[in-house]
């Protein structure tokens, strides 16, 4: 490869990186449009362990949607934190590439006043679709999990929960 066709494969992996980091801040903001904006729009293959395992992805967007917006007395009760680290990304193909990604999650669980960490591995599949790179195959190992009780005093504060557009300019080239 030469210097160019390194900077080009640098900037497709760093588009991935983003893909991924939209994907966890749709999650933790409550977004399902944005959730499914990250996925193929036909026969994405996602596993997600207790959550179920999908040829698509629309029925984990429902399932999101209605655990993520679920609200009681006007409030959310489910709160989530993902935090990706130790991306390990490959180009596999022109318009594919494959990943693998360490989570650390944390949710406060209003409904059963009690708080979850956890942390697992995702294997990933990404594709080029319309110029954007998208998630073909998302599955979830969790490695681990510990739950405990919110402790009485405990107290919860809710901010705002808006979509978040994309950054534009997804390949920014120095130039």
């Given amino acids: 490869m030469d210097l160019t066709q390194r900077i080009e494969a640098l900037e497709q992996i760093e588009s991935i990186k983003n893909l991924k980091y939209r994907y ?3 999650c933790d ?3 399902p449009i944005a959730f499914r904006d990250c996925f193929i729009r036909e026969g994405a293959s996602i596993d997600y362990g207790q959550l179920g395992s999908f040829d698509d992805a629309d029925p984990i967007t429902e399932i999101f949607t209605r655990i993520a917006l679920q609200k009681v ?3 959310h009760v489910i709160f989530d934190m993902h935090h990706g680290v130790h991306p390990e990304i490959m180009l596999s193909g022109q318009d594919t590439a494959i990943g693998r990604w360490t989570l650390r999650f944390r949710q406060i669980n209003l409904m059963t006043n009690s708080e979850t960490l ?6 990933d599949e990404y594709r080029l679709e319309d110029g954007q790179w998208k ?3 998302c599955h979830f190992l969790e490695t ?3 739950g405990r009780p919110l402790s009485e005093d405990t107290v919860m504060t809710e901010g705002s929960f808006v979509h978040v557009e994309p950054m534009s300019g ?3 080239s120095m130039q």
């Fill in 29 to 31: 903001g409550k977004d």
């Fill in 144 to 146: 681990w999990s510990m």
């Fill in 135 to 137: 998630m073909s195959k």
């Fill in 73 to 75: 007395d006007g409030k």
């Fill in 24 to 26: 966890w801040r749709a």
């Fill in 118 to 123: 956890s942390t697992g591995e995702y294997t």
């Fill in 170 to 172: 997804q390949n920014v």
